[in-house]
């Protein structure tokens, strides 16, 4: 039996591949800062199935023992502080979590487990102000957050591991990819719970910011296939994973208002306080790589993606009212 360590378990992807991973009879350890009141709302219903261990991504010293109780074949990284517009009031905890904590994840393999396989969570804000269309694995970076500056540090510190020690790391250069485990604070959650709200008569405006924006978005749960996919291969690559589509935040809106009859004209609300002090106005992923080389296929669709959202968002909200209500009474 194989067993894989990751880190970020309890957010959005970690959730995904952890499910993933014990669907092929892996068995899975969760690496989890020790915190007062611990957040698995993602992972519930595999929770017991997990092997959790404490480790903080800022303390190599308890990295390298997660790796030696693991034992791992792969180890996943995608801890992270992964909300860009954070990155701008807090770079410096951005650097410490997003950049030099990669370095201590690959200190800590290559001391505890060097043959291990390392998946590093690369991100399409890389490539920021974009200097071609699409964006390709040879596309030069330009980020434009320090949430992407610091996503570059992990991604060319991944690639000198690889090349100085000869140790199986991969790098997954992933464009948006959601799901309904996304947290409220990114921009297709906080319009599915907007939409929900809105149409149970709980809010009545939503207030976002650029509009215009353009986005390369797919479905979490596809893009986690991906990962798994770049530490099967016999040499370690770096890969973009993509959908090759882009829609605006418009379109976004557009469509998770109009699935529940609405017009999202009559209910959204520019407010500048929402506009990025440096903004990335288009990313697109080219995955042709992805495909040929590691057979990777996406099977969900944007606007089925936005329905998804929309829909548990919307039975979420229900129960939550009703909860309420009960009390109330």
Same mark, same amino acid.
């Given at each position: 039996?194989?067993?894989?360590?990751?880190?970020?378990?309890?957010?959005?992807?970690?959730?995904?591949?952890?499910?993933?991973?014990?669907?092929?009879?892996?068995?899975?350890?969760?690496?989890?800062?020790?915190?007062?009141?611990?957040?698995?709302?993602?992972v519930?219903?595999?929770?017991?199935?997990?092997?959790w261990?404490?480790?903080?991504?800022?303390?190599?010293?308890?990295?390298?023992?997660?790796?030696?109780?693991?034992?791992?074949?792969?180890?996943?990284?995608?801890?992270?502080?992964?909300?860009?517009?954070a990155?701008w009031?807090?770079?410096?905890?951005?650097g410490?979590? %997003?950049?030099?904590?990669?370095t201590?994840?690959?200190?800590?393999?290559?001391?505890?487990k060097?043959?291990?396989r390392?998946y590093?969570?690369?991100?399409?804000?890389?490539?920021?102000?974009?200097?071609e269309?699409?964006?390709?694995?040879?596309?030069?970076?330009?980020?434009?957050?320090?949430?992407?500056?610091?996503?570059?540090?992990?991604?060319w510190?991944?690639?000198?591991?690889?090349?100085?020690?000869?140790?199986?790391a991969?790098?997954?250069?992933?464009f948006?990819?959601?799901?309904?485990?996304?947290?409220?604070?990114?921009?297709?959650?906080?319009?599915?719970?907007?939409?929900?709200?809105?149409?149970?008569?709980?809010?009545?405006?939503?207030?976002?910011?650029n509009?215009?924006s353009?986005?390369?978005?797919?479905?979490?749960?596809?893009?986690?296939?991906a990962?798994?996919?770049?530490l099967?291969?016999?040499?370690?690559?770096?890969?973009?994973?993509?959908?090759g589509?882009?829609?605006?935040?418009?379109?976004?809106?557009?469509?998770?208002f109009?699935?529940?009859?609405?017009?999202?004209e009559?209910?959204?609300?520019?407010?500048?306080?929402?506009?990025?002090?440096?903004?990335v106005?288009?990313?697109?992923?080219?995955?042709?790589?992805?495909?040929?080389k590691?057979?990777?296929?996406?099977?969900?669709?944007?606007?089925q993606?936005?329905?998804?959202?929309?829909? %548990?968002?919307?039975?979420?909200?229900?129960?939550?009212?009703a909860?309420?209500?009960?009390?109330?009474?």
């Open positions: 039996m194989k067993k894989a360590l990751i880190t970020g378990i309890t957010g959005q992807d970690g959730s995904y591949l952890a499910e993933l991973l014990l669907s092929k009879n892996y068995e899975v350890y969760g690496v989890r800062r020790r915190t007062s009141t611990p957040n698995f709302e993602n519930a219903h595999i929770q017991n199935d997990i092997h261990l404490s480790g903080d991504m800022t303390d190599l010293a308890s990295l390298i023992e997660a790796v030696r109780q693991s034992d791992p074949d792969e180890v996943y990284n995608l801890a992270a502080q992964s909300f860009v517009a990155s009031p807090q770079p410096l905890a951005t410490q979590l %997003t950049a030099l904590s990669v201590n994840m690959l200190e800590a393999v290559r001391i505890a060097p043959e291990a390392f590093q969570a690369s991100s399409s804000e890389m490539f920021g102000k974009v200097v269309t699409p964006q390709t694995e040879t596309t030069p970076f330009y980020p434009r957050s320090p949430y992407g500056v610091a996503k570059v540090y992990g991604h510190i991944t690639v000198n591991y690889r090349e100085s020690f000869d140790m199986f991969c790098s997954g250069i992933l948006n990819h959601e799901s309904p485990r996304r947290g409220l604070e990114f921009v297709t959650r906080k319009v599915s719970d907007a939409v929900a709200r809105i149409k149970l008569g709980l809010q009545h405006e939503l207030r976002m910011g509009l215009d353009l986005r390369d978005w797919g479905f979490a749960g596809d893009y986690v296939k990962m798994w996919l770049m099967q291969q016999d040499q370690p690559d770096d890969y973009v994973i993509s959908t589509e882009m829609h605006s935040v418009r379109e976004l809106l557009q469509i998770a109009s699935y529940v009859g609405l017009n999202y009559d209910y959204v609300v520019i407010d500048p306080q929402f506009v990025r002090p440096a903004e106005d288009l990313l697109l992923g080219d995955c042709a790589k992805a495909k040929e590691l057979g990777w296929r996406l099977e969900v669709g944007f606007e993606l936005i329905h998804m959202m929309v829909d %548990t968002d919307l039975e979420r909200v229900k129960r939550q009212a909860v309420e209500a009960s009390i109330v009474v």
